[in-house]
């Protein structure tokens, strides 16, 4: 019972921090808005945020549960995957845009020697928690 309720406590803390990790880089790109100014839909800025918010809890939620759509539809997986693939053009774009702060981040901090130490630390991070995911995680 104490095992349980441990490793309780160590995913729910686990989530919590990937849930806040994640909510701090949407934020800190101004993903929100951006989209918000470009589609001229400013007044709608916080019915954006809950919907993210709801809709990030309900699907965590639902993977948690095992639950799944159960849909065939070769249409359906289109519309999926095409919204999904704007998704990640728009972070992708965003966060191509906020990397132009590193250098003076790193001008500031006076780490100007270490910068390739940290991208191929980034990186290296990047291509493990990949392989680990893909060839460990997956296969179980």
């Known amino acids: 019972m104490i095992k349980q309720i441990f490793l309780c406590a160590i995913a729910l803390s686990g989530g919590s921090l990937v849930g806040t990790a994640a909510a701090a880089f949407v934020t800190l790109l101004d993903i929100v808005p951006r989209m918000a100014q470009v589609s001229?839909?400013?007044?709608?800025?916080?019915?954006?945020?809950?919907?993210?918010?709801l809709s990030a809890t309900s699907i965590s939620f639902l993977t948690l549960i095992g639950w799944g759509i159960g849909i065939k539809s070769k249409i359906f997986l289109v519309i999926v995957g095409f919204t999904l693939g704007i998704?990640?053009?728009?972070?992708?774009?965003?966060?191509?845009?906020?990397?132009n702060v590193m250098p003076v981040l790193f001008r500031r901090v006076r780490i100007q020697k270490y910068i390739l130490a940290v991208l191929i630390a980034i990186a290296l991070g990047k291509i493990v928690g990949s392989f680990f995911s893909w060839n460990i995680i997956s296969k179980h």
């Open 87 to 99: 998704f990640v053009g728009l972070l992708a774009s965003a966060l191509a845009e906020v990397l």
């Open 40 to 53: 001229d839909t400013s007044d709608k800025i916080g019915l954006y945020e809950i919907s993210i918010s």
